[in-house]
């Protein structure tokens, strides 16, 4: 299995642009999650998924975030209009299930630079 | 949304050295997991840890979740410069991370 496979490894945009991310999950992980990770505020749920639905979303930082999932092999956290704050790496990851016997698979996220 | 300290932030050893760090909460989890994160990539799974009192032993890495279930340590036995990272604990149900222990381990 190919893993989490992530795109683009690194993105650097001007203030204001639309920043795509995008993530294959695992083929048969029911469950994907988008983290951010800054050296501030660590390792940040975002949002997750189930069967393509967006279960929780509570961690998205604000309207300017937007996250899909439109079929069960793609997803994408967008950002528009970007900001220097933004700045951060942004990790997709999947999961068969939740539950004690299963752990996230993360891919080797997206370091954004906004400036 | 229960959170999750890890002390210490920073730890700078020697090779050969022994250590621990540890994962505390004031919640009780249902289990927890330890990851470790290499510079450039996303946490890789370790461990996950359900019982109290449950001791799980990877190699020279020792994990134990507290009998109340609040709180889990990793000891690393003669550390080597390839133990060098970023370890983090989650919540298994919350999903959620701590803000992780930062190792490095000098040859």
């Known amino acids: 299995d190919a893993g989490v496979i992530q795109s683009p490894r690194h993105e650097v945009t001007e203030m204001g642009q639309e920043v795509t991310l995008r993530c294959k999950p695992i083929?048969?992980?029911?469950?994907l999650f988008w983290y951010r990770q800054t050296m501030m505020r660590g390792l940040e749920l975002l949002i997750y998924?189930?069967?393509?639905?967006?279960?929780?979303d509570s961690g998205m930082p604000e309207d300017r975030f937007s996250a899909k999932m439109p079929n069960a092999s793609f997803s994408t956290l967008k950002i528009q209009p970007s900001e220097p704050r933004d700045s951060a790496v942004y990790f997709c990851?999947?999961?068969?299930?939740?539950?004690?016997?299963?752990?996230?698979?993360f891919g080797s996220g997206t370091r954004l630079t906004v400036v | 949304t229960q959170l999750l300290e890890q002390s210490p932030q920073f730890l700078s050893i020697q090779e050969g050295e022994n250590l621990t760090v540890y994962c505390n909460s004031s919640?009780?989890?249902?289990?927890l997991q330890w990851y470790r994160q290499e510079p450039g990539e996303g946490p890789v799974l370790l461990v996950t840890?359900?019982?109290?009192?449950e001791v799980k032993k990877l190699k020279r890495l020792t994990f134990q979740f507290g009998d109340a279930r609040k709180d889990s340590s990793l000891h690393i036995t003669a550390a080597q410069p390839g133990d060098t990272g970023l370890y983090l604990c989650?919540?298994?149900?919350?999903?959620?991370f701590g803000a992780g222990t930062r190792l490095t381990v000098k040859p």
């Open positions: 990851a999947s999961s068969y299930a939740l539950g004690d016997d299963y752990g996230y698979t």
């Open positions: 083929s048969g992980h029911d469950y």
């Open positions: 998924f189930n069967n393509n639905v967006p279960i929780d």
């Open positions: 919640s009780v989890f249902s289990s």
């Open positions: 840890v359900v019982t109290g009192g």
């Open positions: 989650a919540g298994v149900r919350d999903m959620r």
